[in-house]
C-alpha cells in the first residue's frame, strides 16, 4: 500500500464532515492542520481526512474533526496495511491516530475488527417528498403525530434560514441559547464553542448549513435553533442544537426534527443523520427521542492507533496529565 498526503476533499461531492471546507473549520476552532492522506492500493485509493496537533518537542497526534471520519472509498485495510499506515505517520512525527468512524458510511468495516470498537448508536430517518405537511404527518406513528400536533397548537412554528443569507442577530440569537444550556449542562469546554465559530459555519459553509429556529411569537425570544448541514450525496445532518425547557415541555423539539425531515425530503435529500445518543444501550432521553424519527440505526465505533509507541510513552511523561485516561496526549494533558 502506498500512501500521499493530499490538500483536501471537495466539499461538494463527499460527505460534509470529510470536505475541505468543514475539516478546515474545526481545524481553525482547534488550531490544527487539516490534511487528507491518500491509501492507494491494487489500483483503488480511499482517503483518510484527518486534523494533525502539534505537541512540542518535535511530535504531533491526529484525531477525526468533531463529527465523523474515517475512510473514504472502496479500499479494506489488512494487518499489514494499518502496519504500513503506522510506520508512514511515525515518519511523519504523527504519534498517535484517534479515528471516529462514520456510521453512515459503515466505514468501520475497512478496518481489521479488532482495532474498532462500539462506542453507541446513531440514527437517521429516510427520506421522501410528500404534498404538504399535513400529509407528511399522516405518515407517522401516533403518539409522534400526537407530539406535533400538540406543537402546533401551542403556536409553535419552525423556520428555516441557509447561512449564506442569514441575519447576524439570527445567529447570535442562536449562540446564546446554545452556550447558555451547555453551561447549565457543565458540557466540557470544548463544546462551548464560540459565538465567532457560530459565524465561521456561514463563512465556510454557506448555503450548505441551514438554521432552524422556533421563536416566542409573542416576545421576539428564540425558544430552539439547530443547525442543519447538507452535502453533495444526498444526505442532510442534525449538527448543533439548543432549546429552552419550555420548548421542549411543548414538544417542541420533535416538532423542529419532524420539519427538517419534511423539508429536506422535499429538497430532494435522501437521508437526515440525526446522529447518536449518550449511552450505549440506549437508555438515555436523547438516544430515546432521535430514535422516534430513525428508519435506520447505525454502529458508530472508533479506532485509537499508536504509530510511534516508545515516542507516545515519551511524550505522555514529558508533561503533567490532568486526564491520564484519555487517548490522545493533548485531550490528556487539558491544553
Not at 446564546?176 to 462551548?192: F, G
Not at 457560530?198 to 441551514?210: D, M, V
Not at 444526505?235 to 442544537?241: D, E, F, R
Not at 454502529?299 to 485509537?304: A, L, N, S
Request: contains cysteine.
Amino acid at each position: 500500500m502506498k500512501f500521499a498526503w493530499e490538500t483536501g476533499l471537495d466539499s461538494a461531492t463527499v460527505p460534509v464532515y470529510m470536505g475541505r471546507a468543514y475539516q478546515n473549520l474545526f481545524a481553525d476552532y482547534d488550531r490544527t492542520e487539516a490534511r487528507v492522506l491518500a491509501c492507494s492500493a491494487g489500483g483503488l485509493t480511499s482517503y483518510l481526512p484527518m486534523l494533525v496537533r502539534e505537541l512540542g518537542n518535535g511530535q504531533n497526534e491526529a484525531y477525526s474533526a468533531y463529527g465523523y471520519g474515517g475512510l473514504l472509498g472502496a479500499l479494506s485495510l489488512s494487518d499489514a496495511d494499518v502496519a504500513a499506515l503506522k510506520a508512514f505517520l511515525a515518519d511523519a512525527s504523527i504519534l498517535a491516530l484517534f479515528i471516529r468512524h462514520t456510521p453512515f458510511l459503515n466505514n468501520h468495516i475497512a478496518w481489521p475488527g479488532d482495532l474498532c470498537s462500539l462506542s453507541r448508536h446513531t440514527y437517521a430517518a429516510s427520506l421522501r417528498s410528500h404534498e404538504n405537511f399535513d400529509n407528511y404527518l399522516a405518515s407517522l406513528p401516533q403518539k409522534l403525530r400526537w407530539s406535533v400536533n400538540y406543537a402546533q397548537r401551542a403556536g409553535l412554528h419552525v423556520s428555516f434560514h441557509d447561512l449564506a443569507t442569514c441575519l447576524d442577530s439570527k445567529i447570535e440569537a442562536f449562540y446564546r441559547l446554545y452556550v447558555e444550556l451547555m453551561r447549565q449542562k457543565k458540557t466540557a469546554n470544548y463544546y462551548l464553542f464560540s459565538e465567532a465559530f457560530f459565524f465561521e459555519h456561514a463563512r465556510a459553509l454557506g448555503a450548505s448549513c441551514e438554521l432552524a429556529e422556533i421563536v416566542n411569537n409573542e416576545t421576539g425570544e428564540l425558544m430552539a435553533g439547530a443547525f442543519f448541514l447538507m452535502d453533495g450525496t444526498g444526505w442532510a445532518h442534525y449538527h448543533l442544537s439548543a432549546a429552552t425547557r419550555d420548548l421542549m415541555k411543548k414538544q417542541g423539539m420533535e416538532l423542529l426534527i419532524a420539519s427538517a425531515i419534511y423539508r429536506y425530503g422535499n429538497n430532494g435529500c435522501s437521508a437526515l443523520h440525526l446522529g447518536g445518543g449518550h449511552a450505549l444501550d440506549e437508555s438515555d432521553g436523547l438516544s430515546r427521542f432521535k430514535a422516534k424519527f430513525a428508519s435506520n440505526r447505525f454502529d458508530f465505533c472508533c479506532t485509537k492507533l499508536v504509530c510511534d509507541e516508545v515516542g507516545y510513552i515519551a511524550e505522555r511523561e514529558r508533561l503533567p496529565l490532568a486526564n491520564p485516561g484519555f487517548f490522545l496526549i493533548a485531550d490528556a494533558r487539558a491544553f
